[in-house]
């Protein structure tokens, strides 16, 4: 098993450019996420994927879109990246079990919006 | 707004002590807490989940523990190693946000030989 697996792992943009971040998980989990880390503010959701075929917005979604392509791929698009989007990105994907909920993170995507 | 927070920021001490991290939360209704390893330039790495109905989760040298009433959970790490130096990340997953972790800001350890 690979876990959870992202694409790149890091990128240098231009203001304005798009892009796309890649994620895959070979857990067969339903509920997959992408948060991002900067320091001084720690992890935030930006959207998750509860389950195939649905995306919500987490706390900070602006300037982001994702697709949940499907059970094992959920990608963060950047449409017109900007330099506060400067981050670590992760994705995460989740075993859920009743009550029973951990998170499995991936290596992470260094971005870097000039 | 449910908040999880860890203090103190940065932790340093010799090799071999007994330590305790710490993690506060705002929000009793908790369905897990989960503490991660983070070293430099990685990911996140799981260490120990405790669900709501549990009070305390063991893996070799490291213990979690879950108070709910009081908001608090901790990390206690035995005989400490150089190796243990990373940023330890406690997160919460609570009854009503999809299942979705709020973190911590984490706590910066390191371990002197």
């Known amino acids: 098993n690979a876990g959870v697996t992202q694409t790149p792992k890091f990128q240098v943009l231009k203001t304005g450019q798009s892009m796309t971040l890649q994620c895959a998980q070979d857990m067969n989990h339903n509920s997959m996420y992408w948060y991002r880390q900067d320091p001084g503010m720690g992890l935030r959701l930006i959207y998750y994927?509860?389950?195939?075929?649905?995306?919500d917005k987490g706390e900070v979604p602006n300037g982001y879109n994702v697709s949940r392509l499907n059970k094992r791929e959920f990608s963060l698009r950047l449409e017109s990246a900007a330099p506060s989007q400067t981050s670590v990105y992760f994705c995460?994907?989740?075993?859920?079990?009743?009550?029973?909920?951990?998170?499995?993170f991936g290596p992470g995507t260094r971005l870097t919006v000039l | 707004k449910q908040e999880v927070t860890q203090i103190p920021a940065a932790l340093s001490v010799p090799e071999g002590e007994n330590l305790v991290l710490n993690c506060s939360f705002t929000?009793?209704?908790?369905?897990?807490l989960q503490w991660f390893r983070q070293d430099p330039g990685k990911g996140l790495t799981s260490l120990l989940l405790?669900?709501?109905?549990?009070r305390e989760q063991t893996s070799g040298r490291l213990n979690a523990s879950l108070d709910k009433s009081s908001g608090r959970s901790t990390l206690y790490i035995a005989a400490s190693q150089p190796g243990d130096s990373a940023t330890y990340l406690c997160?919460?997953?609570?009854?009503?946000?999809?299942?979705?972790?709020?973190f911590g800001g984490g706590t910066r350890l390191m371990v002197k030989p």
């Open positions: 994927s509860a389950s195939e075929g649905t995306t």
């Open positions: 995460a994907s989740n075993f859920l079990l009743g009550s029973y909920n951990e998170q499995f």
């Open positions: 997160a919460a997953t609570y009854n009503n946000a999809g299942n979705m972790l709020t």
């Open positions: 929000d009793s209704a908790i369905y897990n």
């Open positions: 405790i669900q709501s109905s549990q």
